[in-house]
């Protein structure tokens, strides 16, 4: 068999000038060398509901049984394998999803196909299908680079190559979910120390809710933002605060800073249009948790399996766009966290969905679905995922929901 670091290299070597259509040929040819039978990339779509294979889609028939939403599909009722690999996958209910979900390689009974998953960091990004006569130790450990690499190659075409863009979707977007979209992070980014995770639905419809997280000189920066209104100016109004609240903070502004320049900028440019925001960071060093908040609801604090009562619950700031001019500047707030606390940030869509019967979500069970997911030893991006799977299942959203959880877990 070739040595590892050779295939790998001109594996790398041989995908600087192609395209996303030509890299599953390049990740089975590779794969080949490394003694597989085959490999197949499944990228996870944008609601985490299935996996898909990276190929050009074939023309497809529908059929009268199938989900008219792909956002809730029917689930197997156990594990399931597709019948040919250029078939998507169920995340729920299928091996390939286990790997997913769990971040960790699963083998079929008969040893022959394993799915490895695939993570840009923290993010998970889908899973890498391999099958060999059978599986012994060095073999995965190749096909874990293998993956690691494909991951590589699939993201750096992630911004520009459309073949990516429609293989991690299932229908049309909004041009205002669009917009926001372009804006946004991953979903998911965190160290050994810290991780933070996000979710924004209705995914394909999202109007004016968005959210950012980034890591620098040793702090994570956040911020959950809720637009007035559900249109194309309330897409531009978080945009542009998002932009605004980038500039700022590069250029060394404080939270309340970083408020007073969204407030100012949408005043001037979007006028009429509130938002409200929680806008933080974290000292990923002591745990040192600064926040403001501007007519947002308060961030729950998780501990030790509960909801700190009150911890982060203090008078609200007035929204932002109002033109504040030389009104006091928004206050900050800080807590200590302790090692393992979680932090939930979320915008009033989470907790005003409403169930056929016309009950709310509501913040408890918010709090407490989070919680239960925890505890059954989820990660915080699987927790997310899970939490608007039931939001979809057994509730409307009447307006966009983002959720945002926090963990800090110090080395």
């Known amino acids: 068999m070739p040595n590892e670091d050779a295939v790998l290299s001109a594996l790398l070597a041989s995908s600087n000038r192609v395209t996303a259509a030509d890299i599953p040929a390049l990740i089975d040819e590779a794969g080949r060398k490394l003694g597989l039978s085959g490999a197949q990339v499944y990228l996870a779509d944008l609601q985490q509901a299935r996996l898909t294979p990276l190929v050009h889609p074939a023309p497809e028939t529908p059929s009268p049984n199938e989900p008219t939403d792909p956002s809730k599909p029917s689930e197997p009722s156990e594990p399931s394998e597709p019948s040919e690999p250029s078939e998507p996958i169920q995340i729920e209910g299928s091996m390939a999803g286990l790997a997913y979900r769990t971040q960790r390689t699963q083998r079929s009974r008969d040893d022959c196909t394993a799915w490895v998953p695939m993570i840009d960091g923290v993010e998970r990004v889908g899973v890498l299908r391999v099958t060999a006569p059978c599986f012994e130790d060095a073999l995965l450990e190749s096909c874990a680079a293998l993956s690691g690499l494909a991951t590589l190659l699939v993201m750096a075409k992630s911004s520009h190559d459309e073949l990516v863009v429609d293989r991690t979707r299932s229908r049309t977007m909004t041009t205002q979910a669009e917009l926001l979209w372009a804006f946004v992070p991953p979903r998911t980014i965190g160290t050994d120390d810290v991780t933070s995770t996000a979710i924004l639905e209705p995914a394909y419809e999202a109007g004016g809710d968005a959210f950012d997280h980034s890591l620098g000189d040793g702090v994570l920066h956040l911020a959950l933002l809720d637009a007035m209104g559900h249109d194309l100016a309330s897409g531009g109004a978080s945009a542009v605060a998002l932009g605004a609240s ?51 609801p308060p961030p729950l604090l998780i501990r030790e399996g509960h909801v700190v009562p009150q911890a982060m619950e203090f008078p609200a700031y007035l929204p932002l766009g109002l033109g504040l001019g030389q009104a006091a500047a928004p206050d900050e707030h800080h807590i200590r966290l302790q090692p393992g606390d979680r932090v939930l940030l979320y915008s009033d869509g989470v907790t005003e969905a409403r169930t056929s019967d016309g009950s709310l979500f509501g913040e408890q069970r918010l709090a407490d679905s989070v919680i239960r997911s925890m505890a059954s030893g989820n990660a915080p991006p699987e927790t997310l995922r899970r939490l608007v799977r039931n939001l979809h299942e057994h509730h409307r959203l009447h307006d966009d929901a983002t959720i945002m959880l926090v963990r800090w877990h110090p080395h």
């Open 246 to 296: 980038r500039a700022t903070r590069r250029a060394g502004g404080t939270l309340a800073d970083i408020a007073t320049t969204i407030d100012t900028t949408l005043s001037e440019w979007i006028p009429d249009r509130l938002l409200t925001a929680v806008i933080a960071r974290l000292d990923i060093a002591t745990g040192q948790f600064t926040w403001i908040n501007c007519g947002h």
